[in-house]
């Protein structure tokens, strides 16, 4: 009995901890209408998203022409990255994703290309302190014979449209793979 309970419980941590994984979202920044480009209102872009630790950001864009720097505070402001210090990170691959892990902090990148930044070229993203709320499964009746999985419901509106909003396809199919599999697991 004690041995099924604690292999029940083993599986229960790993589906939860898989489901948890399975939800960070990742977003192409500027998509759909845009890209990392000059065109794209960032700020009109984040204002619709809301960012949790485990979710990552996909900078797409021609390398001829522009790249990513992760900045500090005053220099996403001032778009001066000459001042020691102002870059944290700098990236050029032309396709960088880019995971948050650390909560409750704001991020701040930029292009470094001559006059971008200053165009408005730049993004500044709050990572939220919570993330979505992972699956919870439950017993039900003697020797917890029948179980029940749920997740439940977002904190705010804006917490389940940074799920199914602007998440790529290819996350959100992760998910859904992982939770069936989860469920698998329950019953
Ligand atoms: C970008 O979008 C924000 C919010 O929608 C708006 O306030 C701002 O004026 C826009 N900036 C530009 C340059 O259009
Ligand atoms: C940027 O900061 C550096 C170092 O403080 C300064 O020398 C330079 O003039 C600044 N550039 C602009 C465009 O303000």
Redesign the pocket.
Known sequence: MAITKALFQLIMVTASALFSMALGASYTVGAPAGSWDLKTNYTQWTSTRRFFPGDSLRFQYPTATHNILEVTKTAYY?C?T???NAVIATYQTGNDVITFAASGVTRYFVCGFPGHCAVGMKLRVNVGAQSPAPVQCRGRGRGAKRIRCTRPAPASPAASSAIGGGADRSSLWLAAVVAAGSLLLCF
């Open positions: 001032t001066n000459s001042v020691s």
